[in-house]
């Protein structure tokens, strides 16, 4: 994959561009983070690509938080939708995506990846004990890395060496510069998870296996949770919907078409939390997870233990937004090690 | 159907066609979709009542029946409860067949031990459909169902007929008898205690309340059926019908795309799968 450099305004003028033919959203900062909006030929200045991934997930764009996703008995109006361009996402948030593509599996995406390097590592991040980089090495049309002087734009697809204007190829020192970069991030990522790093070699699938039936460990994390259901909505790779029926006027306005028909059905998809009570209860009140503790354990299982199963990976992406956003300060990455420590010796020794 | 693009959630539009009056809370309803709909024993589809939502069912009908689907359902939230007021004439919609049917060709040769109680014979009721469709093809079939009441029996003209098929042996018992009734009385794990199985050569299909489940499938362990022989339809809660929501996962299984029957061979580590 050829990797070019590009100068500041060669960096604005690929966003002018991108801007021109549709929606761009990237990282701006705010307060010291990176923060994600709609970029607007005023606000192209503001992009900002160093540093670490946005507060929140870029999932929102692709996995609206409501959708209509049918209207039935009657003509279905026609959408229109411009080109979705997810630009400075971090290798976290492209691996998020690869989850919702797989669960929900609708065929190639139709919006545009750029993806940005991690400069830096948050105190929360944990992409590297999940398996993850802090940046892409495939999935993207183009990568960039932000260097001090400027950035490497490296092109991962047709598309995407089609979206550039003519640029220099990146020197050699130029590429040193970015092997620099990376590995000063990822070296920030195992200070900041020294601590939480296994001594043994136990992994999240087989931690969550051998405690499977644990409950007391599971009641001890949940101690801390208050439901507010906070890490399902900010986690990038939590997929759940409902389906919600409506009628409304919708797209005749009132009037009746040629069939008669005035009223027009619609099926939404809307995000789902399975920390929420109701979510597993089925009509007449059973509930299979009426309990906290057992809900907190589904959502870890689903992700290190259900889910290499069902999609042949983890969809945890390690980007501790969930850390973040927890009103009980409840990290995955002590959750993690509390297991560990509760697995009996003789297992960790196998 | 697709479960992919843009079609996947969108209901045939379907006529109700005919509303029987099964007990006081259920209703069998009898559908006729605009576009034909088949089944397989075992699958499930999704109601749309228009504008409210949809719940998941599956056909009581005879899977061979292509031109009307019917679906016995018992009155237990707010959408059933809409699709109980559904008189002749009204619309609803229709989604699926989804889920994994009843593997009949591998009942071939063996006695074939069905347990129901409930709104649970619903299920049972398609499945009789295929296996009297196949009855030459096994050895017996013996269908053991359980009631509260003599009141809460669905398909009263219906079922007796059962039990006079070629090569079946029915037995139906009611958890509380009024004046009248003969049959017997006590849970239907009671009427499971005597009965001679070839266990090495059967199979058992049980569905019902959880409750029901749990206790009938340990009266079947009891009585030697290996877990891979037990076949168990297990409910849970469901929206999309087609393995992308998770509402419904009963550990690393979703019900609607794995199920919604699994043998207990399959669900026998995970903690209280009921």
Redesign the interface.
């Known amino acids: 994959m050829p990797s070019y450099f590009a100068t500041q305004a060669d960096l604005e003028a690929l966003l002018a561009r991108l801007i021109a033919e549709g929606e761009v959203v990237a990282p701006v900062l705010d307060q010291g983070r990176n923060i994600l909006q709609t970029v607007t030929a005023a606000t192209i200045k503001d992009v900002n690509l160093a540093g670490y991934r946005t507060v929140e997930p870029y999932k929102s764009y692709v996995f609206k938080l409501t959708e209509r996703?049918?209207?039935?008995?009657t003509p279905s109006p026609a959408g229109q939708n411009r080109r979705l361009v997810l630009f400075g996402l971090r290798a976290c948030d492209l691996s998020a995506l690869d989850v919702y593509h797989k669960?929900?599996?609708?065929?190639e995406p139709a919006y545009l990846v750029v993806t940005a390097d991690c400069t830096a590592c948050g105190r929360t991040c944990f992409c590297n004990m999940v398996g993850g980089k802090p940046y892409a090495a495939a999935g993207f049309d183009l990568n960039i890395t932000a260097l001090e002087n400027g950035y490497i734009i490296e092109t991962g697809s047709p598309r995407g060496e089609q979206l550039l204007s003519p640029l220099p190829p990146a020197t050699d020192d130029q590429l040193k510069l970015q092997a620099g970069v990376r590995n000063g991030t990822e070296a920030q990522l195992e200070t900041v998870n020294q601590e939480f790093k296994c001594k043994c070699n136990i992994n999240w699938t087989e931690a969550h296996r051998l405690n499977?039936?644990n409950s007391k460990a599971w009641k001890e994390v949940t101690k801390k949770c208050v439901e507010c259901s906070a890490c399902n909505f900010i986690c990038p790779s939590c997929?759940?919907?409902?389906?919600?029926?409506?009628?409304d006027e919708g797209s005749l306005g009132g009037a009746r078409d040629e069939r008669g028909t005035k009223?027009e059905?619609?099926?939404h998809?809307v995000w789902?939390a399975?920390l929420k009570n109701g979510?597993?209860?089925?009509?007449?009140g059973?509930n299979?997870r009426p309990k906290l503790f057992e809900r907190l354990q589904?959502r870890y299982?689903?992700k290190f233990?259900?889910s290499p199963?069902?999609l042949g990976r983890y969809t945890c992406v390690g980007c501790g937004r969930c850390i973040d956003a927890c009103a009980g300060n409840i990290d995955m990455r002590e959750v993690y090690a509390e297991l560990v420590r509760q697995v009996p010796l003789t297992a960790k020794l196998v | 159907m697709s479960?992919?693009?843009?079609?996947?959630?969108?209901?045939v539009?379907a006529r109700t066609e005919k509303v029987i009056i099964e007990t006081s809370n259920i209703k069998t309803f009898v559908f006729r979709p605009e576009e034909p709909l088949s089944f397989l024993p075992g699958q499930f589809m999704l109601v749309?009542?228009?504008?409210?939502?949809?719940?998941a069912f599956t056909p009581s009908s005879d899977y061979k029946q292509k031109e009307t689907l019917e679906f016995t359902i018992m009155r237990?939230?707010?959408?059933?409860g809409l699709i109980h007021q559904l008189q002749a004439g009204d619309?609803v919609?229709l989604r699926g067949p989804y889920g994994q049917p009843y593997p009949l060709p591998s009942y071939h040769g063996k006695e074939v031990y069905v347990v129901g109680g409930g709104v649970g014979l619903a299920p049972l009721r398609a499945l009789m459909y295929g296996l009297n469709h196949e009855i030459d093809q096994l050895k017996k079939v013996v269908v053991r169902f359980g009631s509260r009441s003599p009141q809460d029996i669905c398909y009263r003209d219906d079922l007796p007929s059962w039990g006079k098929r070629k090569k079946t042996d029915l037995v139906i018992s009611v958890d509380t008898a009024v004046p009248g009734w003969t049959g017997n009385v006590g849970l239907v794990t009671t009427i499971l205690k005597d009965d001679d199985v070839d266990v090495k050569n059967a199979v058992a299909v049980v569905c019902g309340p959880?409750i029901m489940m749990k206790f009938v499938n340990k009266r079947l362990l009891d009585m030697g059926f290996a877990p891979k022989d037990i076949y168990l339809s297990m409910?849970?809660?469901m929206?999309?019908g087609i393995g992308?929501?998770?509402?419904c996962?009963?550990?690393?299984y979703?019900v609607c795309k794995d199920g919604p029957v699994f043998t207990w061979e399959q669900i026998k580590?995970i903690?209280?799968p009921?």
């Open positions: 996703v049918a209207t039935y008995f669960v929900m599996d609708e065929g499977l039936e997929t759940c919907f409902l389906l919600l029926d409506s009628r009223d059905n619609s099926r998809k789902d399975c979510y597993a209860r089925v009509a007449g059973a299979s589904n299982h689903c233990d259900y199963t069902r | 479960c992919n693009g843009k079609e996947q959630y969108r209901p539009k749309t009542v228009p504008g409210i939502g949809e719940c237990a939230g707010s959408v059933t619309t919609g959880p409910e849970k809660n929206s999309c992308k929501c998770f509402h996962n009963l550990g690393p979703l580590d903690p209280e009921w």
